[in-house]
């Protein structure tokens, strides 16, 4: 069973979509590979969380997310398609360039000053020079960079997605790719929220609207074959 179809947006109980989805396939030549997010801050939050007794964030990070994510990586760079990033970062010390979201108190609070270790994007992912790497105090990478205007100039019309959180920077950069024109495919097992429930509930609501979930072997099978 295709990975889509493990995870029914459950709209579908009322509308369904028919082979849609079924025939969409990301074209070589015209995707684009982005990693959202996945920054040493998100490490350190793992273990923060591990201590308080939820280790799902840490073990996905460790075991799914990071070795996927790699896969992806070389799987691009080896026949030289594009691969982006988007990174959460600051230019003040102080925040006051975030956006409300990332500045209000509790748990979306995130200072991150661009060029700080935590900052960084995780040691296993790390860019290359002339991949490119868009910075936002925003949650979506879209509304809150020149990322959707980049892809355009660049000709891509497919993007794979990967990243952190499934739930919110994840789920509002497809959403907005989406509306803008793009065909998405979200790679399930490159993916995390904080917990089981929030992946597979987000991954199910994002599924079959904005994006065609997708595990990494599908989607590099069906890259690999043309």
């Given amino acids: 069973m295709p990975t889509f179809r493990k995870f029914p947006n459950p709209n579908f109980d009322v509308h369904s979509e028919g082979d849609y989805w ?60 594009v691969v982006t990033f988007a990174t959460i970062g600051n230019q003040r010390e102080d925040g006051r360039d975030r956006s409300p979201t990332q500045a209000r108190p509790g748990w979306g609070n995130t200072l991150l000053k661009i060029g700080s270790t935590d900052q960084e994007v995780v040691d296993e992912l790390k860019p290359r020079d002339g991949e490119i790497v868009v910075c936002k105090t925003t949650d979506s990478a879209v509304n809150g ?67 065609k979930v997708v595990s990494t072997e599908e989607v590099l099978q069906d890259l690999a074959d043309q």
């Avoid at 799902?56 to 075991?63: A, H, N, S, V």
């Avoid at 960079?145 to 993007?159: C, F, N």
């Avoid at 509306?179 to 599924?207: H, K, P």
């Fill in 145 to 211: 960079t020149q990322y959707g205007h980049i892809l355009r100039w660049m000709g891509i019309e497919h993007v794979v997605v990967g990243g952190l959180f499934t739930d919110q920077c994840v789920s509002s950069t497809v959403r907005d790719l989406s509306d803008w024109g793009y065909t998405v495919f979200l790679v399930e097992d490159a993916t995390s929220a904080i917990n089981a429930d929030l992946q597979v509930w987000e991954t199910r609501i994002l599924n079959q609207i904005y994006c």
């Fill in 22 to 81: 079924d025939k969409i396939k990301p074209l070589k030549d015209k995707t684009a590979l982005l990693i959202i997010d996945v920054q040493k801050h998100d490490q350190d939050l793992a273990v923060e969380l591990r201590n308080a007794g939820n280790s799902y964030l840490e073990d996905r990070l460790k075991g799914t997310v990071i070795p996927n994510a790699k896969r992806l990586l070389s799987f691009f760079r080896d026949r030289q398609m």
